[in-house]
Structure formats: structure tokens, C-alpha cells
T-cell receptor, first 110, second 113 residues
Framework: QKEVEQDPGPLSVPEGAIVSLNCTYS??????FMWYRQYSRKGPELLMY????GNKEDGRFTAQVDKSSKYISLFIRDSQPSDSATYLC??????????FGKGTKLSVKP | DADVTQTPRNRITKTGKRIMLECSQT?????MYWYRQDPGLGLQLIYY???????NKGEISDGYSVSRQAQAKFSLSLESAIPNQTALYFC????????????FGSGTRLTVV
């Protein structure tokens, strides 16, 4: 089993839809959970970060971690065409080496 | 200026040639990383360095070498390029403290023909 599993998609939704992106991880020692957004021909950029279980909200984005089921989610409300990108989940432990998911390609259609 | 600068942005090279990809960062972080990204495979760690004197192999280091010339500079070399090293290469830097948020460069698109 890979340490971080992420459905690669692609995922296509109409503008205004609620988007749910998900990852699972295998190592219960992981403490830090992040979502990166990568636009075409660009490097990944940190979008959101959470520590341990719970929710974190930032504008239209909500990151959710359930450590009991080793499940990471990112929700995008009122999705916009500018949200079209590849979203990568990442997690890691106390050493700081992040493990990345393969990324989910999202397309938001006007 | 970008926090992490990679040069060149694009490169086409021939099989068997030696090539160096360069990376510099202005974040002041000790930690630097080299990844390659292939469609369907995500980001794969090639080498990482937690400080100037600390270099570590990642999951796919065969065929690659690195040099950490200074805190701000970390270069990746392909000693004898082969076609399956055609990929998008990213350099990143991170803080040594949580949340370790990585800052990536814009990437180098390398094609080996």
C-alpha cells in the first residue's frame, strides 16, 4: 500500500459546484496535512495546512482531517474556473519530509 | 524575484550528455529538495538536503547526483542522460520547523532525445 493514495481524476464540475477532493494515508504517525495547488506549467503552491484532526476553513476552501480513518479532504465551495488546477495532498511526520499524493486534476467549466 | 529560482526552464539534451539543473532560494531555509514529476506518478523525491553538509538520497536517486554549494544553492546533475529521465523537475525549500511548508520553483522541463 502506498503511503498516500489520491484519486487522480480527472474531475470536471460546473462553475458554482461544491468540490470534494480526498486522500487516504497509511502511517498513523503522520501529524501534518497539507493541500497544494498546481497550475499548468507551474510549481505546486501551498494552499492549506492542518495539524492533527479537525477542520480548517479559508474562504471557499475547507480542509478536513480524520485521523481515526486516515482520511484527508479538501472542499471547495462555489467553485470557479480559476480553481481549475491539479490538487495534491501531502502529509508527514515530525522529521518534516512530506509524502505527496499523485494529485487530482480538477476542471471547473463556466 | 521568485523565492525559488530554477534554471534552465526548458532544456533538450541528447542521450549520454551530462546536464546540470540549478536551483537557488531566497527564503533563508536550510532544507532543499529535488523532485521529478511524471504524468500519473506524481512527485518523486530524488535527493534532499537538510543543511549544507547533509545530503540524502530519495526514492529515485539512481542516475542523479547533487551538489549543495551554499545554503541557498542546490544543483542536480544527470551524469549521462537517458530518455526515461525526460520529466518535469522541481526544486523546493522548506522550513525546519512545523508546518514545514514547502516552496517550489517553477520547474525545469527536461527532454532527453
Amino acid at each position: 500500500q502506498k503511503e498516500v493514495e489520491q484519486d487522480p481524476g480527472p474531475l470536471s464540475v460546473p462553475e458554482g459546484a461544491i468540490v470534494s477532493l480526498n486522500c487516504t494515508y497509511s502511517n498513523s504517525a503522520f501529524q501534518y496535512f497539507m493541500w497544494y495547488r498546481q497550475y499548468s506549467r507551474k510549481g505546486p503552491e501551498l494552499l492549506m495546512y492542518t495539524y492533527s484532526s479537525g477542520n480548517k476553513e479559508d474562504g471557499r476552501f475547507t480542509a478536513q482531517v480524520d485521523k481515526s480513518s486516515k482520511y484527508i479532504s479538501l472542499f471547495i465551495r462555489d467553485s470557479q474556473p480559476s480553481d481549475s488546477a491539479t490538487y495534491l495532498c501531502a502529509t508527514g511526520g515530525s522529521q518534516g519530509n512530506l509524502i505527496f499524493g499523485k494529485g487530482t486534476k480538477l476542471s471547473v467549466k463556466p | 524575484d521568485a523565492d525559488v529560482t530554477q534554471t534552465p526552464r526548458n532544456r533538450i539534451t541528447k542521450t549520454g550528455k551530462r546536464i546540470m539543473l540549478e536551483c537557488s532560494q531566497t527564503k533563508g531555509h536550510d532544507r532543499m529538495y529535488w523532485y521529478r514529476q511524471d504524468p500519473g506518478l506524481g512527485l518523486q523525491l530524488i535527493y534532499y538536503s537538510f543543511d549544507v553538509k547533509d545530503i540524502n538520497k530519495g526514492e529515485i536517486s539512481d542516475g542523479y547526483s547533487v551538489s549543495r554549494q551554499a545554503q541557498a544553492k542546490f544543483s542536480l546533475s544527470l551524469e549521462s542522460a537517458i530518455p526515461n529521465q525526460t520529466a518535469l523537475y522541481f526544486c523546493a525549500t522548506s522550513d525546519a520547523r512545523p508546518p514545514y511548508g514547502y516552496t517550489f520553483g517553477s520547474g525545469t522541463r527536461l527532454t532527453v532525445v
